[in-house]
């Protein structure tokens, strides 16, 4: 291939999704040379160059700056955070596309008051709830309910805003912090109080390029931190793809009462979305139905579902930016993942950093199994050590759910470190 038709890219974001995406990026023949924002993580120094500037909003003409002098031809975006500050929108430039919707789309997910206005404009069948921004009127509301409600933070509070109380003191604890702003800050000042919905779980992951809505292999989270589904919420502890949950039918009235009402919604308000747009479902008796949305990947989903990718990721982002997704085909591996999370000693609520891992070439070396960093760091001696609370992803890919649980739980017992916590019923 000619050189001229290679294209830099920058990623944004230093977690294991991360990882899943720069290593889908360095697979590319198209790829020139690969920037990424956080060299901390060994498994994405490994793979690319790190920048050389501050990576933040306030000096946002630093990355701005980077871009142009590296020739830097797609931005892509992993989290959630620089997505709702405005990266893409400062990044975009007319030689440059970003993967990632821009500031005013990812309300979506930065605000979930408007996203909750934005479903009932549209009837997208979603929870009934009501907001608070005065904590008498959010207690007193609490109190009237026949139902325990579910209480949810307005803004962004990586995963740990949402609580289901099972008693009125903890309900009145939370609100209190969020109101009062002692938890998330500002993004707890609003707290949305919600109906509680039953039914299973599923994420359903799309593509959307401002028109068309491609809609990626499902797949499953595993959010409590323990065997089933006790213990506390965590940002995931491991999925499988494709979920088992939802079929064909299913995934037609998601399609049809959901993700396409919410593209049109959007466009109504003059948002031109581009990027992922992922759906936390519940498929409840009446249907399915939005928990919420997310502007991005989900982590762990993402690290389930990349291994089956066999596409050029490249030629998807562009697709994505450009408002050509009807014309490419994304090709999947029809065999099955499943990725299990290794946590460090006192994740979620304080995750133990500096433990040695060992093993990780052990795991890697199994055929079909995949290894991706989150929560690591080298120290000092070239050893691998946790500097995070979920260190690392571990994914195998089989014939059948069976063969690729069996595999990457293979591979999990091959790494260990101190207080290491990994669910044993992952796809199971
Ligand atoms: P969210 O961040 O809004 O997806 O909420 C995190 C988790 O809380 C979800 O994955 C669900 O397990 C649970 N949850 C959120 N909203 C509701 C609801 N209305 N009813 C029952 N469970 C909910
Ligand atoms: N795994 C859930 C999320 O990424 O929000």
């Known amino acids: 291939m000619n050189d001229t038709t290679r294209i830099n890219v920058l990623l944004i974001g230093g977690g294991g999704r991360e990882h899943a995406l720069a290593k889908a990026i360095a697979d590319s ?40 002098k590296h020739k830097i031809g797609l931005v892509v975006i992993g989290p959630e955070n620089p997505l709702a500050e405005g990266f893409a929108d400062a990044l975009a430039a007319k030689d440059r596309l970003v993967f990632g919707p821009n500031q005013q789309a990812a309300t979506l997910e930065a605000d979930k008051v408007w996203a909750k206005q934005l479903m009932r404009g549209a009837s997208i069948p979603t929870a009934e709830s009501r907001d608070f921004t005065n904590l008498d009127r959010a207690i007193a509301y609490v109190e009237s309910r026949e139902e325990p409600p579910v209480l949810k933070a307005a803004g962004l509070a990586a995963g740990k805003g949402v609580v289901l109380p099972s008693a009125m003191d903890e309900a009145v604890a939370f609100l209190t912090d969020c109101l009062g702003g002692k938890k998330f800050g500002d993004a707890g000042r609003k707290v949305l109080i919600e109906e509680r919905l039953s039914g299973p779980e599923v994420s359903v992951l799309s593509l959307v390029d401002g028109r068309n809505i491609y809609v990626l292999e499902t797949a499953q989270d595993h959010k409590r931190l323990k065997d089933n589904d006790d213990g506390p919420n965590t940002g995931g502890m491991g999925a499988f793809s494709p979920s088992t949950r939802i079929d064909d039918r299913t995934m037609d009235i998601v399609q049809r009462e959901i993700l396409v009402p919410t593209i049109d919604a959007l466009k109504r308000e003059g948002i031109d979305y581009r990027g992922v747009l992922y759906a936390g479902l519940m498929l409840t008796p009446a249907g399915p139905k939005v928990l919420e949305y997310n502007v991005r990947f989900g982590d762990p989903e993402c690290q389930a579902i990349f291994p089956r990718l066999k596409s050029d990721f490249i030629d998807i982002c562009i697709a994505t930016c450009t408002g050509k997704l009807s014309d490419i085909d994304i090709e999947f591996d029809e065999r099955p993942s499943c990725c299990v999370v290794l946590a460090s000693d006192g994740y979620p609520e304080s995750p133990k950093k500096g433990d040695i891992i060992s093993g990780i070439p052990d795991a890697e070396a199994i055929d079909d199994v995949v290894v991706y ?17 979920r260190v690392l992803s571990v994914v195998a890919v089989g014939d059948t759910p069976k063969a690729a649980n069996t595999k990457a739980y293979e591979a999990a017992s091959k790494i260990s470190f101190a207080g290491m916590q990994m669910r044993t019923d992952i796809g199971g």
Do not use: S
């Not at 198209?30 to 909003?57: C, E, F, M, S, Y």
């Not at 960093?373 to 609370?389: Q, S």
């Open 373 to 389: 960093h989150a929560g690591t760091a080298l120290d000092e001696k070239g050893n691998f050590v946790t500097n995070g609370g």
């Open 29 to 68: 023949p198209k790829l020139g040379r690969l920037h990424i924002t956080h060299p901390q993580n060994p498994g994405l120094a490994k793979l690319g160059t790190p920048v050389d500037v501050p990576v933040g909003k306030a000096e946002i003409y630093r990355l701005t700056q980077y871009c142009d």
